[in-house]
Structure formats: structure tokens, C-alpha cells
């Protein structure tokens, strides 16, 4: 079946410093990514749709600025958190469909991101 | 009010028992998924309803449109089916609402 691909799969910085969060359709192409972010015991929230070649599509209430996603190809997206907080220490996944059939989503393993 | 809700929030069960979980909608939907999510955080996705019926070895996920409501059904339960079930629902531009999990715990 379909894979989603996430690296890393856990990071922890320094508050400040930015980081970067991998999302890769491995067997398939995918025009459009979604990322999420979970907060513990909480359900999913979708922060942005990334799109391949132009802007990504962010919900109410996230930061574009503090949350940059880079659709640049039809296998990867990549959100970098900037200037990261403790605030921003967060399980973020990501979920892809395939481009010829959006019946299915497809989600990465996660990757959890704590700030110090 | 949520728009996607799931009931119950916390389940435990005895090995072999018949499990529901119930997800309510009130939103106008595509689809309706059924995700499974283990406590590493990975998630699996389940089934994907539009209506009817779906079975997938011990898993049934039924929906009915009309009444915004589906079902997923766990039957003889294991212990390795501990997990949180997350029920979302595809709406426009095919982004995702989800409920918020049920926890499954089933004890041997």
C-alpha cells in the first residue's frame, strides 16, 4: 500500500533555533499535503494544505510566518518551524492522497518536536 | 459543539468482546474515515465510507448518510486492538475534520 514518510521522526532543540519536518510520499504523487499538529490527549488540527508548486493554504489562527511549508516537488513537503518555542513542542503529522485517486489519505508516522 | 463528535471518549473491554464506537456528524461530507492511532503516535487509516458497509477482517465501519452517523465495530477484541479510533470526516477541498478519539483498552 501507499507510504507516507516523515523525518525526523522525534527532534528536540533549543528555543529559538528553527527546525525542519520532512513529509514524503514514497510510491505515489501527491498534489496536495496536509499537515497537522496534536497536542496530548487531544485530537488532530490542521494547521496548512500544502500544494505542489504555489502557497500553502494555512487555517485560522496559525502563523505563515512561524509555520513555512515548501511544497516544491510531487513527493515532498516540508514545514520548518521558525524562531521555535516551548510553546511550539507539538506531535506533527502529516497526510497525503494520491493524486489520481483522493479516496484514501494517507499519514505519516509523526514527528514529535520538543523545544527546551 | 464539535462538529465531529465520538462517543464514548474512553472504552475498556474484556478480550473477546464486541466493541462500538459511534461518530456523529453535522457537517455536509464526502466521506467519512476511520483512523487508528497507537500510543507511538503512528496512524493508520482504516476505512474510508461513503456509505453502506465495510468490513475488514474483525472491523465493520457502517455509515448512514441520512442520519450523519456511523458505526465501527471491533468484533472478538485483543489486547493489540488497544488503541485511539479517530473518526474524521472529508469536507471541502478534501480537509479532514476529526473527532476527538476514543481510547480502547482491552485487557486480556
Known amino acids: 500500500g501507499a507510504v507516507v514518510s516523515q523525518h525526523p521522526s522525534w527532534v528536540i532543540c533549543k528555543s529559538g533555533t528553527s527546525v525542519k519536518i520532512e513529509c514524503r510520499s514514497l510510491?505515489?504523487?501527491?498534489?496536495?499535503m496536509f499537515w497537522y499538529r496534536q497536542f496530548p490527549k487531544q485530537s488532530l488540527m490542521l494547521m496548512a494544505t500544502?500544494?505542489?508548486?504555489?502557497?500553502?493554504?494555512?487555517e485560522q489562527g496559525v502563523e505563515k510566518d512561524k509555520f513555512l511549508i515548501n511544497h516544491a516537488s510531487l513527493t515532498l513537503s516540508t514545514l520548518t518551524v521558525t524562531s521555535a518555542h516551548p510553546e511550539d513542542s507539538s506531535f506533527y503529522i502529516c497526510?497525503?492522497?494520491?493524486?489520481?485517486?483522493?479516496?484514501?489519505?494517507?499519514f505519516g508516522p509523526g514527528t514529535r518536536l520538543t523545544v527546551l | 459543539k464539535n462538529e465531529v463528535e465520538q462517543s464514548p471518549q474512553n472504552l475498556t473491554a474484556q478480550e473477546g468482546e464486541f466493541i462500538t464506537i459511534n461518530c456523529s456528524y453535522s457537517?455536509?461530507?464526502?466521506?467519512l474515515h476511520w483512523l487508528q492511532q497507537h500510543p507511538g503516535g503512528g496512524i493508520v487509516s482504516l476505512f474510508m465510507?461513503?456509505?453502506g458497509k465495510k468490513k475488514h477482517g474483525r472491523l465493520i465501519a457502517t455509515i448512514n448518510i441520512q442520519e450523519k452517523h456511523s458505526s465501527l465495530h471491533i468484533t472478538a477484541s485483543h489486547p493489540r486492538d488497544s488503541a485511539v479510533y479517530i473518526c474524521?470526516?472529508?469536507?471541502?477541498?478534501?480537509?479532514?475534520?476529526f473527532g476527538t478519539g476514543t481510547r480502547l483498552q482491552v485487557f486480556p
Open positions: 497526510s497525503a492522497g494520491d493524486s489520481y485517486s483522493t479516496d484514501t489519505q494517507y
Open positions: 510510491d505515489f504523487q501527491a498534489t496536495t
Open positions: 500544502s500544494n505542489e508548486g504555489s502557497k500553502a493554504t494555512y
Open positions: 457537517v455536509g461530507i464526502s466521506a
Open positions: 465510507l461513503s456509505s
Open positions: 474524521a470526516v472529508r469536507w471541502i477541498h478534501d480537509k479532514l475534520i
